[in-house]
Nanobody, 122 residues
Framework: QVQLGESGGGLVQAGGSLRLSCAAS????????VGWFRQAPGKEREFVGT????????MLSDSVKGRFTISRDSATNTVYLQMNSLKVEDTAVYYC???????????????WGQGTQVTVSV
């Protein structure tokens, strides 16, 4: 089992950057694939991207491809979501989640963090 916590959210202007962190306070995050999801007000939680546990291969949604990257640091038990060229439509609560395989389905991930708010202004 693993306990997750996100940080790094905040308010940024369109075109700016933020880096979100997903840290494990219990358990070894490097054993898991880690997915990032986001949920805007009134919308379904949607897949942003994921990183494999062993190969560090990543998969990103089309809406963020070319702007967001995912990386992991096993030494610090942390996974990062680097977000560049942010758009107003990226505004959402961002969640990280851990599972045994990388996938876009939410149901693939049994462990979730509490989320961090990202707000992009014009």
């Amino acid at each position: 089992q693993v306990q997750l916590g996100e940080s790094g959210g905040g308010l940024v202007q369109a075109g700016g950057s933020l880096r979100l962190s997903c840290a494990a306070s219990a358990g070894t995050l490097s054993r898991y694939a880690v997915g990032w999801f986001r949920q805007a007000p009134g919308k379904e939680r949607e897949f942003v991207g994921t990183i494999d546990s062993s190969t560090a291969r990543t998969m990103l949604s089309d809406s963020v491809k070319g702007r967001f990257t995912i990386s992991r640091d096993s030494a610090t038990n942390t996974v990062y979501l680097q977000m560049n060229s942010l758009k107003v439509e990226d505004t959402a609560v961002y969640y990280c989640a851990a599972g045994w395989t990388m996938a876009w389905r939410k149901t693939n991930y049994p462990y979730w963090g509490q989320g961090t708010q990202v707000t992009v202004s014009v």
